[in-house]
Structures are given as structure tokens and as C-alpha cells.
């Protein structure tokens, strides 16, 4: 019974917490919209940053379940690969609302949670995109490490400002275009 509760308290709170933000999350509207005393929340979650940490953690399991799927998927076609990649981190940056994202970002709390998973993604997507290279469909002389992080920053500022996904879409099949070789450059042109 009581993981029960607490599920139900981490799917409101995280619901809450992605929709309007973390500063705006609050116990005692969690506690109307469940109809449960603050003691139940209190005894199951020490404090409101307890249950926001577990929220965010909530939050990281089916990110890392998708970088793994990706890595784990295509490894015969990094270009396909790659592509699939960065649309998976793109999709994970439109889950929740921008406000959630700009105040994880400026959270001393809770910031290492998200760097934690962005190391995540950086790694997986030098990876790949060091395959794309090794392979000939990137120039040989990309900076790798700068180029993914470069990449990454800019779609996740983008969401930031509110740019719309199809935008962020157009965003990284031109940037992909801008790093790769003629063999890239025919790949894309066929398969984008």
C-alpha cells in the first residue's frame, strides 16, 4: 500500500513539476490534488527537495533506457544511428516545459542531476559520431568532443528559447549536412 501512495505522490509531483516548474511545485497543492495529509507526503519524502530529487531522478530512468536503445540500435549505420540519437535527446527536451529546464539548469540542488545525464549524452553521442567518422560520412578533421557538445548545447538552448521541435528537426539534419563528407552528404539526401 504505501508504494502505492508513494507512486501515486511521484507521478502528481512529477507531473507538476514538468508542467510548471520546480519553483512553482508546491506539497500543499500536491496534497489537495491527492487528498492526503502532508504527514503521508512528509513521512514517505523527508522534505519538498527529497521528493523534487526523486522526481528528477524519475525523469532520468527512461532517458538512460533511450540513450542505451540508441546506442544499442543501428550500430551497422551510424549515420541512421546518429540521426536517431539526436532526435531521441531532442524528444526528451520537449517532454517537460521549457520553465523546467531553465530552472533545472540555475537549481544548485538539483543541477548535478541533469549534468549527471547530459555527461550521458555527450558521451553516447561522441560515440556515434565518432563511428560516422571511422566510417567516411563525417570529415576527418571534426573536432568530435567540440563538435557533439556544440550540437547539444545549441538544441537544448533552442528549447530554452522556446523554438519550436520542427525547428530544432531542420536544425541538426543541416548541421549533420554541414559536417559530412559527399559519402554523408548522399546518405542524408537519400534517407532524410
Not at 502505492?4 to 511545485?25: D, H, Y
Not at 549505420?77 to 540555475?106: A, C, H
Amino acid at each position: 500500500m504505501t508504494s502505492q501512495i508513494r507512486e501515486k505522490i511521484l507521478k502528481a509531483a512529477l507531473q507538476s513539476i514538468t508542467r510548471n516548474g520546480i519553483r512553482a511545485f508546491r506539497v500543499e497543492d500536491l496534497t489537495h490534488h491527492l487528498k492526503i495529509s502532508k504527514k503521508t507526503i512528509y513521512q514517505l519524502f523527508p522534505s519538498r527537495i527529497d521528493l523534487v530529487k526523486k522526481c528528477i531522478e524519475k525523469i532520468n530512468e527512461p532517458v538512460r533506457n533511450k540513450i542505451s536503445l540508441c546506442l544499442n540500435a543501428h550500430k551497422d549505420n551510424p549515420m541512421l544511428q546518429i540521426l536517431n540519437y539526436t532526435k531521441s535527446f531532442v524528444d526528451g527536451l520537449y517532454e517537460p516545459e521549457e520553465i523546467f529546464w531553465q530552472e533545472l539548469r540555475k537549481s544548485n540542488e538539483f543541477r548535478y542531476l541533469f549534468e549527471t545525464v547530459r555527461q550521458e549524452w555527450l558521451t553516447g553521442g561522441e560515440k556515434i559520431l565518432n563511428a560516422c567518422k571511422n566510417k567516411g560520412y563525417i570529415c576527418s578533421d571534426t573536432n568530435i568532443q567540440y563538435t557533439n557538445r556544440r550540437l547539444q548545447t545549441s538544441l537544448f538552448e533552442a528549447r530554452l528559447n522556446n523554438e519550436p521541435y520542427s525547428g530544432q528537426v531542420l536544425f541538426y539534419n543541416i548541421f549533420f549536412r554541414g559536417i559530412a563528407t559527399e559519402t554523408g552528404r548522399l546518405w542524408l539526401e537519400n534517407n532524410v
